[in-house]
């Protein structure tokens, strides 16, 4: 592409030369008119050649107007029109259209070279070896030939070549490239690596899970790959445009070239004016701002957004994400990290860190997520207490001895079977009561903490114009509402099963604004149905996550609810330049072709309203790369 650009930059070059010296040979030699005619061909052809070729070409397959057809029909008409009686020749006025023509196809192409090349570096992900041990002996090898099961070893500033899980070293990764995110993320043995980031320090050892094929570069790259494939409305309202509007414009130049002669009786006397006219309204007609800005537009907000982590599948959703006026979040996992923490703990007759070490103690053989939480907040497990008679009792909790002191560890029902005077606790989230000899110790709360950003994806949300920020859980209706709460949701539906979550989004489908849509934000693995059912699916968190990818309309490499948000803004500032676009193309080229049907649009200015538009449409594209 870039030898191509620079070939096509040298023939504009030389044909503006070709094109100051015919003109100077023109003025300084008296030349029958075909030999100026043939004098100007030079840089005609030069900088043209290949539109009359291209022109030539969608005759033969049938497919007449385009913008080569045009450009053609009226430079060749710009040539010629000077051998008609009464008429001026406009040799030099010809190959200046041809030239420009060439220089916005120029633009064009850069434009659309610079968008692929950012999104190709950004997602650089796809390693181009990988080192696999083999009968002992360390192999270089393409990812596609490495198996399931083998070991691969990465060293530091190496690509993680395919999925697999640490068996030996530690390290950090720098996930940028899938994430967005700078900071990078520390590994160990048992932890999962995915295809595509980039190691920064230590030597590790990995075994393969999946094969590159289906391995998550790979399947963001194909995601990448084909966003192109889902057109949005305006892209696709632009297609069909085109397809009607290019005759359309023929036709027209036909008519006012031949019907003003007809209807004076004049026709030796006027043809050449009105062609001339006719020529010039081919120029300003041809709908390159449109149909090369808007689709460039799209593919720029796909590109910016991808360049932060966010992975949209096509510009449709674009479209659909602008107009999102109601988010349904699900909690667990989304809004909140889905992992148990001690977030509060209420002492009774003792002190705080007392009673938590007696929960952690009583808790230490379990490998129930409660018992994980509390053993996580004191970690100190060699302090030397001895815990002797452990006792697991059914539906209420864990009985022990600690030091010589029966501890029981548990909820109300274990507490009422001691004889413990529990007290209530208005914190949301699971409530472990302890007790010490039959006697209440206090209670220590453990809930699923909210995430650190999730306020802020809330609020960031109603300020772009979201009306309806709602939260679908299956926890408990306290839990529910004090999340809800908290966060400043308009709403939240506590308590489902999943298959209720698939019926509630349909109930706030139903009463989605008419011009809205409906946008649900999930971790895409257990919400695979409700993704499908939305106007628009993000899956988030999604890196190493197949169901995610497959299921979602738009994924979020990272587990930050505030992307929803910047997802949202993103879509909405693409659809405003693509808007700018056609406002500003269409008012201009409309407002030149009338001036050109009156007469009073030069084929200079005719060039202004194609080829300047289409540079200008075209810079204006390619700020929806930066985002």
Not at 159 to 164: N, S
Not at 204 to 232: C, H, M, P, W, Y
């Amino acid at each position: 592409m870039e030898k191509e650009n620079k070939t096509n930059l040298i023939k504009i070059i030389l044909s503006a030369v070709l094109l100051c010296a015919a003109w100077i040979i023109d003025r300084s030699i008296s030349l029958p008119l075909w030999g100026s005619l043939l004098l100007y061909l030079v840089p005609y052809l030069t900088a043209g050649y290949d539109v009359l070729l291209e022109s030539a070409e969608s005759i033969v397959h049938g497919k007449i107007f385009n913008e080569d057809f045009l450009m053609s029909i009226a430079t060749l008409g710009a040539l010629f029109i000077g051998f008609l009686p009464d008429s001026e020749p406009e040799f030099a006025e010809a190959v200046f259209v041809m030239m420009f023509f060439k220089v916005g196809e120029l633009f064009e192409e850069l434009a659309e070279g610079n968008s692929r090349k950012s999104i190709s570096q950004l997602m650089d992900i796809r390693p181009d070896t990988a080192n696999v041990e083999r009968n002992g002996k360390l192999e270089t090898v393409n990812p596609d030939d490495v198996k399931v099961g083998e070991i691969i070893v990465i060293k530091p500033g190496e690509k993680v070549p395919m999925d697999g899980v640490v068996i030996e070293g530690a390290s950090s990764l720098n996930t940028v490239a899938l994430t967005g995110e700078s900071a990078p993320r520390d590994i160990g043995v048992e932890d999962s690596v995915i295809s595509g980031c980039v190691n920064l320090s230590g030597v590790i050892r990995a075994r393969v899970t999946k094969v590159f094929g289906e391995s998550t570069a790979a399947k963001i790259l194909e995601l990448v790959e084909n966003a192109g494939d889902n057109k949005s409305k305006s892209e696709t309202f632009i297609a069909k445009f085109a397809k009607y509007y290019t005759p359309a414009v023929v036709v027209a130049a036909v008519l006012l070239a031949l019907l003003p002669a007809l209807v004076s009786g004049d026709f030796s006397g006027t043809i050449a004016l009105w062609l001339n006219r006719a020529l010039t309204f081919l120029v300003v007609s041809c709908p390159c701002a449109l149909v090369i800005s808007v689709p460039l537009t799209f593919f720029g907000g796909i590109g910016g957004a991808s360049k932060k982590g966010i992975l949209i599948k096509g510009s449709n959703y674009i479209d659909a994400l602008s107009k999102a006026s109601t988010v349904v979040f699900d909690k667990t996992g989304t809004l909140t990290k889905g992992v148990f923490e001690v977030t509060a703990i209420h002492p009774e007759n003792c002190d705080r860190n007392h009673l938590l070490h007696l929960a952690a103690h009583v808790e230490r053989f379990s490998s129930h997520p409660i018992a994980v939480s509390l053993r996580q907040a004191y970690p100190n497990e060699a302090d030397d207490c001895s815990i002797t008679d452990v006792e697991e009792i059914s539906g209420r909790g864990i009985r022990a001895a600690v030091n010589g002191d029966i501890v029981c560890v548990g909820n109300t029902g274990m507490m009422d079977s001691v004889g413990a005077e529990w007290l209530a606790c208005e914190s949301a989230g699971t409530i472990i009561h302890v007790a010490i000899n039959g006697e209440y110790a206090g209670h220590i709360v453990i809930s699923d903490r909210v995430k650190s950003d999730s306020k802020q994806a809330i609020s960031e949300l109603k300020a772009l114009g979201v009306s309806n920020a709602v939260m679908l859980t299956g926890d408990r209706e306290e839990v529910g509402r004090a999340v809800a709460q908290e966060l400043g949701l308009d709403e939240y539906r506590a308590g489902l099963l999943p298959a209720d979550k698939v019926e509630n989004v349909e109930q706030l489908l139903a009463g989605t604004p008419a011009g809205g849509t409906l946008v649900f934000v999930g971790d895409g693995i257990n919400d695979a149905p409700v993704l499908a059912r939305a106007d628009v699916g993000i899956a988030m968190g999604a890196v190493g996550s197949d169901a995610a990818i497959e299921a979602a309309d738009i994924v979020l490499m990272d587990d930050k609810p505030s992307k929803t948000a910047q997802a949202i803004k993103i879509a909405k500032r693409t659809i405003r330049i693509a808007r700018q676009n056609i406002v500003f193309a269409l008012t201009v080229k409309l407002l030149v072709l009338a001036l050109a049907g009156l007469g009073a649009a030069s084929m200079w200015l005719a060039v202004f309203a194609d080829v300047g538009v289409t540079v200008l449409a075209v810079f204006n594209a390619m700020r929806a790369l930066k985002q």
